[in-house]
């Protein structure tokens, strides 16, 4: 079986091209492709209601998102007792925060430290923890990132605009149907007198799935209460 031609480095690097020639620039990869086909079967033979599947989009789209996540690691950050659950069992410390369902059955958290850094992916498909994070993005599911972030995980990260300080440790979560990773990234600096709901504010989507960092503080008083992030170059359909 051939699947779709995959993009070289350059061709990711440089897509400013004109895109009247014939070559597979599909913005769904196969899987996607494969899922939308038998998506429309369902629906015309009658065994899916499409209004049905409007309703669990529209949940996981608006109603559940990476905020699940920032909170499950800023409780981390201020509870020790917490952190030390959801290293153990990470399934139950965040179905104890409410979030469980499809996707969250069997989660497990990984700490990034000074010495290790987490990078999750899917190689096979778009496995991804709806309960903490939503919905993936559509890089996360591209087929430069599931092969890129295994072969050349310092160099994805790069393309992120993330530079680990030399020596550390990558090391690549290959997410499963069965197993679902949350990262968990280092508490900034700085940050000692924020609670829950500000340590939250710091902690971005990509943070959680190990192609980011968390926001840095602004000094006290200072308005916003965090340092944007460098936007990182999105080399990723
Ligand atoms: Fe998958």
Same mark, same amino acid.
């Given at each position: +079986?051939?699947?779709? =031609?995959?993009?070289?480095?350059?061709? +990711?690097?440089?897509?400013?091209?004109?895109?009247?020639?014939?070559?597979?620039?599909?913005?769904?990869?196969?899987?996607? $492709?494969?899922?939308?086909?038998?998506? &429309?079967?369902?629906?015309?033979? %009658?065994?899916?209601?499409?209004?049905?599947?409007?309703?669990?989009?529209?949940?996981?789209? =608006?109603?559940?998102?990476?905020? *699940?996540?920032?909170?499950?690691?800023?409780?981390?950050?201020?509870?020790?007792?917490?952190? !030390?659950?959801?290293?153990?069992?990470?399934?139950? !410390?965040?179905? &104890?925060?409410?979030?469980?369902?499809?996707?969250?059955?069997? +989660?497990?958290?990984?700490? *990034?430290?000074? #010495? @290790?850094?987490? $990078?999750?992916?899917?190689? /096979?498909?778009?496995?991804?923890?709806?309960?903490?994070?939503?919905?993936?993005?559509?890089?996360?599911?591209?087929?430069?990132?599931? &092969? @890129?972030?295994?072969?050349?995980?310092?160099?994805?990260?790069?393309?992120?605009? /993330?530079? /680990?300080?030399?020596?550390? #440790?990558?090391?690549? !979560?290959?997410?499963?149907?069965?197993?679902?990773? $949350?990262? /968990?990234?280092? @508490?900034?600096?700085?940050?000692?007198?924020?609670?829950?709901?500000?340590?939250?504010?710091?902690?971005? =989507?990509?943070? +959680?799935?190990?192609? %980011?960092?968390?926001? #840095?503080?602004? !000094?006290?008083?200072?308005?916003?209460?965090?340092?944007?992030?460098?936007?990182? @170059?999105?080399?990723?359909?």
């Amino acid at each position: +079986m051939t699947g779709p =031609r995959r993009h070289t480095t350059d061709e +990711m690097q440089d897509h400013d091209h004109d895109h009247d020639h014939d070559h597979d620039h599909s913005h769904f990869d196969e899987m996607e $492709l494969r899922v939308r086909a038998l998506r &429309s079967v369902l629906v015309a033979k %009658g065994h899916v209601d499409p209004a049905a599947l409007d309703v669990l989009i529209d949940t996981y789209e =608006r109603q559940v998102g990476p905020r *699940n996540g920032a909170r499950v690691v800023a409780r981390a950050w201020a509870d020790p007792a917490f952190k !030390a659950w959801l290293l153990r069992d990470a399934t139950a !410390a965040i179905a &104890s925060m409410g979030y469980q369902g499809r996707q969250g059955e069997h +989660m497990v958290v990984l700490e *990034n430290t000074p #010495q @290790r850094h987490h $990078l999750v992916v899917c190689t /096979l498909c778009s496995c991804y923890p709806w309960p903490v994070l939503g919905l993936p993005p559509t890089w996360y599911k591209s087929a430069p990132y599931r &092969s @890129r972030a295994v072969r050349d995980p310092a160099g994805v990260l790069a393309e992120f605009g /993330l530079s /680990l300080p030399p020596g550390t #440790q990558i090391h690549v !979560a290959d997410s499963t149907a069965e197993v679902r990773y $949350l990262v /968990l990234p280092m @508490r900034p600096a700085g940050t000692e007198g924020l609670d829950e709901e500000q340590l939250a504010d710091l902690v971005t =989507r990509d943070s +959680m799935i190990g192609t %980011g960092l968390p926001r #840095q503080p602004c !000094a006290p008083g200072r308005s916003p209460a965090f340092v944007p992030q460098p936007a990182g @170059r999105r080399a990723f359909p």
